[in-house]
């Protein structure tokens, strides 16, 4: 049986009306997790205790991780889709850290709360660990992650206070990289001594920066580059909880 062409006609703005649904859900998780960071991020840190006090913003939270649950990655360009798990990561980090919050750090003696399968993102089941490691690094080759994810720990790159957008990300990750490398938890240079100590990261991830290595990625953004003959040693991590008041 042939369908009607009032049919089609109303199929077609159904099927619009439903995208348009979805994309406005999108943007209601996203305003919301936005929002809760202007409001709890300052300085790097989060003011945990004060978040931990708001049932409001407790449950806003909990929205945003609902919504990244459920959300439909396949309909999402590539950008669109890096930016969405740089915030999925971050946004379930600081659900997590809050769930544990009063705490001195969210690391415990195995890293369970890294390699357990204890959040949710795009209808899959995973664990931090395997987010970033199987997915964000993986499927994006893309270093500059290394500066936008967060773990809530004093030596992680400081959390933004703006959420990830597709349209942005480009200008957003290349910020955050530079900002951590002109900092002494980036890159601490002795000028006489011609020693430099860099951050951790660079030392665990440094096969993720394949076009000339963790100094050329360095220099291409230090105000003051490195020299050819520095030596390089690198920085303890800091896993305490990135907290501030």
């Keep these: 049986m042939r369908t009607r062409p009032c049919s089609l006609v109303l199929l077609a703005v159904a099927s619009l009306f439903l995208a348009a649904r979805v994309t406005r859900a999108a943007d ?10 202007k409001k709890y991020v300052s300085g ?21 991780v609902d919504g990244i649950a459920s959300a439909n990655i396949g309909s999402m360009g590539r950008n669109e889709q890096l930016a969405f798990y740089i915030n999925a990561y971050n946004a379930w980090i600081l659900h997590e850290a809050l769930d544990k919050y009063p705490t001195k750090s969210v690391k415990d003696t195995f890293f369970t709360f890294f390699t357990g399968k204890r959040i949710k993102v795009g209808g899959e089941q995973t664990s931090f660990n395997a987010l970033e490691k199987e997915t964000i690094r993986s499927k994006f080759s893309e270093p500059r992650v290394h ?99």
């Design 44 to 64: 790097g840190g989060v003011k945990y205790a004060a978040w931990k006090t708001s049932a409001g913003d407790l449950k806003d939270l909990q929205t945003v």
């Design 28 to 37: 209601n998780w996203m305003d919301t997790y936005d929002r809760l960071l």
């Design 147 to 245: 500066f936008a994810l967060n773990c809530a720990s004093q030596s992680c790159p400081p959390l933004s206070t703006d959420a990830f957008r597709g349209g942005n990300l480009e200008g957003q990750l290349e910020k955050l990289s530079r900002n951590f490398v002109n900092t002494p938890k980036g890159v601490t240079y002795q000028d006489g001594a011609k020693t430099a100590e860099l951050s951790k990261i660079f030392d665990w991830y440094k096969d993720d920066f394949k076009e000339g290595g963790p100094i050329a990625f360095i220099n291409k953004r230090r105000s003051k580059p490195l020299p050819n003959d520095v030596k390089i040693s690198y920085q303890d991590y800091n896993w305490a909880l990135n907290e501030v008041k």
